[in-house]
């Protein structure tokens, strides 16, 4: 179990209550307690989990600005008990009509800096997580649209305490703020404390149309075309028709096996899922469980895997839509035998590089072209709900970078995301900016069965660390038989491609000096990687246990059958 020593050095131990919980009927588990709250009731009142994440996800708009919103995207997948069928509402963002495969390029043909292009009106993808919301709420609710509104009308108009986790956001993140944010969350030019109230009228304004009018009215009426004026003045060119046109996909989920248990992810463009699996084929022979959990070992096969899984997801993934995925390649078992002879145990293998997965499949092959590696932090947030009929939401939503492109929709309360700087900078691959197209995302909302149950539901953001804190949380949980809250706590690394390796703090320092006699190179200092929220459900014993990261102001909220 969790003791106060094993928390990485970022929560009280008195934060532990807040952060776990247990039930019998129900579950939630967010980032924040006021949007567990908001779930939490909708369960008492006789929602389902469908309801809930809904109501969860218009709170977090109200708490969790920069990381997530109504002007970003999400995929939220459902699993029904009843039919016992996993899919996935896609809500991701589309390109404007007007896109193409030079945006990101100068007038000279070279690649725009990151901070300049992804602060752009021009960055901004058409957002769908309402639209996705809509149709599983269509198909899945209970509760009028109306009713789940409600909840964040109140916090909006009444206000929220503003809490470490946005006060750091803005002290890092303030260039990244346009003129109508930066006057909104700096009024006066004083930055915001925690503890300070912050109202938000507008939003609740825009909340009361959604409650009126529907869903249409972001796509079709005054929400959209407020949106459209706010873009073109300042030179973007999505256009109504882009919102007006806009549809998301309902999708089976990516599904593989480890060890005996069927995960299941998220499905493309999302490569969370793909490389999630694919991580863990490579580790499954390996035995991670005999080695230490803080070993050199251990986070030396998973450094490896990881770098293996990002070289493919960069060569090879896309949106389903325009490009035939080698998926049968990608994940033949020769070629995962190919993937795993690069680790050797005696160092960092500078030979990693994506693989040929062609040869094992019938699709056809398609060029890959190189892209800059850009180190900048990506930021999403991550819910799960269990209702009382064991019907399970996981639901990864976000602006992209934190405060998105910075623009404030004006008068309406919202951030815009800057979603399509996911896009390839560098045109000619797979994921090239195309009108329409869905850009690559990480996200990768997880479901696990054992003998056909749900017995763990996980997610985290991050940006590329998502699939990172996914698998290592997974592997804590089934390898090293951690229970959820320790196996999210247990700390985590994170390398890309390169050399560099970051790390949480807790890891061993031996087996850091270790890896670093390998030729990996740490950050100087450690820092928290994603921030999972998860809920583990023990079918023997009818018990959900949830928990959530201590990296931010994360809630896990419980329901018993006698609270109905």
Known sequence: MVSKNDFKGRTPYSDY????????????ATAHPIASEVGQKILREGGNAVDAAVAIQFALNVVEPMMTGIGGSGFMMVYDAKTKKTKIFDGHVRAPKAAH???????????????KRSTKATAVGVPGILKAMDAALRQYGSKPLA???????????????????????????????GDVAKNFFLPEGKKLKPGDILKKEHLAKTYRILQEKGISAFYEGEIGEAIIRSIKKLGGFMEMDDLQSYRITEDEPMRGTYKGYEIVSSFAPSAGGFSVLQILKILESFKIEQYDVRSWEKYYLIAEAMRLAFEDKKAFMADPEYAELPLSGLFHPEYISERRKFINFEERNNEVNFGNPWKYDKVTERQIVSQPFEKEQSETTHFTVQ???GNIVACTSTVEHPFGCGIMVEDYGFILNNELTDFDSVPGGMNEVEPGKR???????TIIFK????????????G??????????????????????SAIEEPRIFTPMGPHIEWEAGIDMNSKGHLEGMGYVFNDVPHSIGNVQAIHMDQENGISYGAADSSREGCALGLDKEDF
């Open 387 to 389: 209702d009382q009929w």
């Open 17 to 28: 209550i807040r952060e776990t919980a247990e039930g019998n009927a129900g579950m939630v």
């Open 464 to 485: 590329p660390t998502i699939i990172s804190s996914v698998v290592q949380t997974i592997i804590h949980f089934l390898d090293f038989n951690l229970d959820i809250k």
């Open 101 to 115: 495969p030079n945006m990101f390029l100068d007038e000279t043909g070279e690649v725009i800096p990151f901070r």
């Open 147 to 177: 009713e789940l509104i409600e909840p964040s009308i109140a916090h909006a108009e009444n206000g929220v305490e503003v809490n470490f986790v946005l006060c750091d956001a803005l002290e890092n993140f303030e260039y990244r703020l």
């Open 451 to 462: 003998d056909g149950k749900p017995i763990l539901t996980l997610g985290s953001p991050g």
């Open 439 to 445: 850009p690559v995302s990480c996200k990768s909302p």
